[in-house]
């Protein structure tokens, strides 16, 4: 199958998913997924940008909606919400609190977008957006770096398309972020190892004066 061929059959299959609820949501994102990988380079954006209903954030948070651990589960299909911008905003909760909030009914199917942003206001005041979704994303960040070492192959084999997709004034940025989060760090673990030098001083100086 020649890949005109192929972007119009998935075209066709995705147009159809996209008209369904949660189920077929799902099955949107994991249409877009498998096309993505299928098609050749430039030819997934021109499938969407010619052939599909919705633009390329709406394939991108789709997808993100059907990698999701928690929302991709079938067994919460019937209580959540059946409207993708509704479910793309729940992905930014931590899965524990998103799982608990579904238990216990605080995520049903009529739950409004309006009312998962108070919720995520709620949880990131509380500090449990900290505690969950930034090691998360850190961790994303990692694995990603451990996938393509050499920064160097990285442009060589993706400029084209990062070119494509990030503007260079947002790397500049991420990469002067990457450098003070790195300063930072190394901050904190100096004045961690400061402290337990003073500790280790102090606990000294009363062995030497036989305080106990």
Known sequence: MSERAAADDFAARITVAWKKQVQSIL?????????????GYGHWGAMIERKLPFGERTAQSLMEIAKHPVLSNPQHAAVLPPHWATL???????????KSLIA?????????????EEIIDGVRKGGMY???RVPEALNTLQAFMQKWPDADELMASLYGELVERIDAEDMWKLLDWLSQLHAAYAG?????????????????AKDRHGVH
């Open 27 to 39: 099955e949107t994102g994991r249409l877009l997924i498998e096309a993505k990988d299928a098609l």
């Open 188 to 204: 904190k673990q100096a004045e961690e190892e400061e402290w337990w030098e003073l500790e280790d001083a102090k606990a000294k």
């Open 88 to 98: 793309s905003r729940l992905t930014m909760l931590p899965d524990a609190e998103l």
């Open 104 to 116: 216990d009914g605080g995520i049903n199917c009529e739950t409004t977008r309006g009312e998962v």
């Open 130 to 132: 900290l505690f969950h």
